[in-house]
């Protein structure tokens, strides 16, 4: 019995509907592409090279019409390259970022290539009363800033604006920014690891600055970051705003029920 | 001594550049941005107006111009609204989402109000090799498929498409699943709780038609997750793909260094 006779005899049965038929050929694009997506991200096409339409129309069980709208949606997300004469290609270059353990993005990364920093701004600034107060640092109290565009083999993958405790981060400005991970850093000045971190993350669309100051098309899908370091002793001492290319990161990690 | 003058002694002490002056308009606004978009967020702004322009000028230390482009920059993000006469409002309805706990939509978002789930589409299905593959299923073997928009008060927050163990799958489409949460019913059909999942998540713009469904903008940011549930057991029995509207959304939690 092949898959399709088995949904067919499911079907006739009458226990379940199979409502394929009553679906949008939009819908049906929008399954593709999903279950396409992944392959492409986790480079399962090891040639580059997608199956050819006929097969992606037998292996999803769909239209044409379907196939060629779902490798449209992936060709629009620059995941996929049509290339006349040799099919549908893989061009992406999506990288996989942890979401359990603390890393710094070059730790993270390292496996793929070399995290290099353009180190936009340093400086001592007098900070609003919302970051003091998440640094646990008196109303008043300077801190460090650092803004960062991070690329990976050249790459822009984020832009990073890092608020510092004053005693770590003036001591880190005379650290070799451009090859170094803050996180390292920081455990290096203050002799103790890092501990906790509180994240937040967000889609948003980059506004015009941003997404030029990160080579990327204006109104183009940021994941942003938002996450408050602390050293393992409790204090929070690193706060960063983080804007990763929604293109060329993945997050994933593993969720428990209980 | 105020804040500023902490930054200029400092900057006079010559151990660090206040680089400030040098830095562009729409990098300050930028970080205005970033420190008011959490407070609009976390509803800091009780009675919903933020304050007045030249207090934010005061408060971060900044142009007038700059403060403006970051209300600009919140305004296009759909958070805030300018109201002439009356200031500018915080009008986002952004809900947090947590990382950690595996909870289905309705149980995590509780005290935000009533999540409802429109039924786009069951039925049982010949799924692809890889969605086979991944939920251990010999190839040929139906899942049923479940799609649904998820709304909460009325407002969609997100498109999930559903691929599900047969033998659990069928049942559940006998249940409430417009107020139900799947997490919930599968784990009263499986007679055992969920365990695990592996979350992937991204940044992608919304193709058009998933902007429509989701009555979204054309391209709009949205926070893609793929999660495959796994029953206390170890069987991998639920793979969902889910498009959470960026600007209703949020997922937060904690990590770890070591």
Redesign the interface.
């Not at 019995?1 to 399709?4: A, L, Q, V």
């Not at 990161?249 to 209980?258: L, N, P, V």
């Given at each position: 019995?092949?898959?399709?006779d088995?949904?067919i005899r499911?079907?006739a049965a009458g226990?379940?509907?199979?409502?394929?038929a009553?679906?949008?050929r939009?819908?049906r694009?929008?399954?593709?592409a999903?279950?396409l997506r992944?392959?492409v991200l986790y480079g399962e096409f090891r040639s580059g090279a997608l199956p050819a339409e006929a097969d992606l129309v037998r292996?999803?069980?769909t239209s044409r019409n379907a196939v060629r709208d779902a490798l449209d949606?992936l060709r629009?997300?620059g995941l996929v390259e049509r290339c006349p004469g040799v099919g549908t290609l893989a061009v992406a270059e999506?990288y996989p970022h942890g979401?359990?353990?603390?890393l710094g993005l070059a730790e993270t990364l390292r496996e793929h290539g070399e995290v290099t920093n353009e180190v936009?701004?340093?400086?001592?600034?007098?900070?609003?009363?919302?970051?003091s107060s998440r640094l646990r640092l008196p109303?008043?109290?300077?801190v460090?800033y650092v803004?960062r565009i991070r690329r990976l083999n050249g790459l822009p993958l984020s832009l990073d604006?890092t608020y510092l405790a004053r005693d770590l981060g003036?001591p880190l400005?005379g650290e070799d920014l451009a090859h170094n991970d803050i996180?390292v850093l920081l455990e290096r000045i203050a002799g103790q690891?890092?501990?906790?971190?509180?994240?937040?993350?967000?889609?948003?669309?980059a506004?015009p600055?941003?997404a030029a100051t990160l080579d990327a098309p204006r109104?183009?899908?940021?994941?942003?970051v938002?996450?408050l370091t602390h050293l393992?002793d409790g204090r929070p001492v690193d706060l960063e705003?983080i804007r990763?290319r929604?293109?060329r990161?993945?997050?994933?990690?593993?969720?428990?029920?209980?």
């Open positions: 019995m092949t898959r399709r088995a949904v499911a079907e226990a379940l509907t199979l409502s394929d009553r679906r949008l939009a819908d694009a929008r399954q593709v999903d279950v992944r392959q292996e999803f069980g949606l629009a997300e999506k979401l359990e353990r603390l936009r701004t340093t400086g001592l600034i007098a900070p609003s009363r919302e970051i109303e008043g109290e300077p460090v803004e604006l003036e400005l996180f690891p890092l501990g906790r971190a509180e994240v937040t993350l967000e889609a948003v669309n506004d600055h941003s109104g183009t899908a940021l994941l942003m938002e996450r393992a705003f990763f929604g293109d990161i993945t997050m994933s990690g593993s969720m428990h029920r209980s």
